[in-house]
């Protein structure tokens, strides 16, 4: 079934700059609550019945309709999790393919911040096969909509309010710079290197 956190609580506890250990617990336990949707949802779908399938209304088609939702919701968050812990930088050949994509590191900053700006919901770097670069992604409303389909994600940024309101309120900017402070940049080197050998 599907949860697991490659790193739990107490891996993080202590070790973040500007999230803290009450914010990192709350939002620990969000994530969780998509694990167990996620897994009943999953239970629940080969016994459910398919005949009355419809757009309006049947326990099957709301299933089906809410998967996406528990899905991205368990998985952004454990790339997000995973990506947090300040270790290493961009490694030589993923600072490349960022200037390459946004013209500098900076500018590739500057976007993704602005991304972040622009809505609740999830920014994304990562590879983009239909224009064979890198780009950030906006997804919005539930962690799917707005989703480029086929987008490998790299480096996982969440910003719905869950994610920091405890730290920082309504200081968005403040957390995006909290979270720029805490990347995992050997999680996100990893996750580019699989991607180039692929």
Request: negative net charge.
């Amino acid at each position: 079934m599907a949860g697991h956190v490659a790193k739990s609580y107490e891996a993080l506890r202590g070790k973040l700059h500007g999230i803290s250990n009450a914010q990192l617990e709350a939002h620990l336990t969000l994530y969780q609550g998509y694990v167990k949707k996620l897994n009943e949802i999953w239970e629940k779908l080969p016994k459910a019945d398919r005949s009355g399938a419809n757009y309006s209304y049947a326990d099957y088609s709301e299933l089906r309709r809410r998967e996406p939702v528990a899905y991205n919701g368990t998985y952004l968050h454990e790339l997000y999790f995973d990506n947090l812990g300040p270790d290493g930088q961009p490694a030589p050949e993923l600072k490349k393919a960022i200037e390459t994509a946004f013209g500098s590191y900076d500018a590739w900053v500057a976007d993704f911040k602005a991304c972040g700006q622009s809505a609740h919901g999830w920014v994304l770097l990562g590879y983009d096969p239909l224009r064979k670069q890198l780009s950030n992604n906006l997804v919005q409303g539930e962690h799917h909509v707005g989703l480029f389909a086929g987008h490998q994600p790299l480096l996982a940024l969440d910003v719905w309010e869950h994610a920091y309101f405890l730290d920082h309120q309504t200081k968005k900017a403040d957390y995006l710079t909290a979270f720029f402070n805490n990347i995992n940049w050997k999680a996100v080197n990893e996750r580019f290197a699989r991607h180039e050998t692929a």
